[in-house]
């Protein structure tokens, strides 16, 4: 157990609805990033925010939108689903604004666009 | 290009047999290199990270070596068994200032059979 937790662990949505993925950092980190795996291939990046700013983004389009609270939990928004935004979520905790160092990653959402 | 290339693609082992996968990179300036284990469908679960300083590191059955020279990881797993049946990704850590990206190699797929 990494400690860090994201939920849902699976869902289903219709295409051009609005998602939204939550994760809860490991204790003590105060910076998330997030990862899209499609199925079969590494994981990309996303975004990465530390202490509730963006920190650093990847080639990702605007309908993809984050948040980080207080505590550094926090929130993926993916806005008007597309059938290729099908794939597992992953979260990633660690601490400090380096980001990636000692990065722990969460068990994954999965979804699907149909 | 900073690229991260492994080999094998997939390998497929005895249980109680040792197996070595391999990791090249060409990423400048080099931060850290991480081995992950990634089972489907789950998030990656961290085995080792090295520096640029350290040669080899273990965890457990697991020992990942370190040639900040020719720019060569790799991960020895010894005796097998059933549970390391996974995804190994190589990932490397670029050093980018203030915010630190990961390059993720496509993985390794091993299957360790009875």
């Known amino acids: 157990e990494t400690g860090v937790t994201q939920s849902p662990t699976h869902l289903i949505k219709t295409r051009g609805q609005q998602v939204t993925l939550r994760c809860s950092s490991q204790?003590?980190?105060?910076?998330v990033s997030w990862y899209q795996q499609a199925l079969g291939q590494g994981p990309q990046f996303i975004f990465q925010?530390?202490?509730?700013?963006?920190?650093g983004r990847g080639n990702f389009p605007p309908r993809f939108s984050g948040l980080q609270f207080p505590n550094y939990s926090s929130e993926l928004n993916v806005n008007a689903l597309e059938l290729d935004d099908s794939a597992l979520y992953l979260c990633?905790?660690?601490?400090?604004?380096?980001?990636?160092?000692?990065?722990?990653f969460g068990q994954g959402t999965r979804l699907t666009v149909v | 290009k900073n690229q991260v290339e492994q080999s094998p693609q997939s390998l497929i082992i005895l249980e109680g047999k040792n197996c070595t996968l391999q990791?090249?990179?060409?990423?400048?300036?080099?931060?850290?290199l991480r081995w992950y284990k990634q089972d489907t469908g789950r998030g990656p679960v961290s085995l080792t990270i090295?520096?640029?300083s350290e040669n080899t590191k273990s965890n457990g059955r697991y020992t990942a070596t370190l040639d900040a020279d020719t720019k060569q990881s790799s991960l020895h797993i010894t005796a097998s068994q059933l549970s390391d049946s996974a995804s190994y990704i190589c990932?490397?850590?670029?050093?980018?200032?203030?915010?630190?990206?990961?390059?993720w190699g496509l993985g390794t797929s091993l299957a360790v059979n009875p």
């Open positions: 990633a905790s660690s601490l400090g604004g380096r980001g990636q160092m000692d990065a722990f």
């Open positions: 204790s003590g980190h105060n910076t």
């Open positions: 925010y530390y202490r509730e700013e963006e920190n």
């Open positions: 990791c090249n990179y060409t990423v400048s300036p080099f931060s850290n």
């Open positions: 090295m520096t640029f």
């Open positions: 990932v490397v850590s670029l050093n980018a200032g203030n915010n630190r990206k990961l390059i």
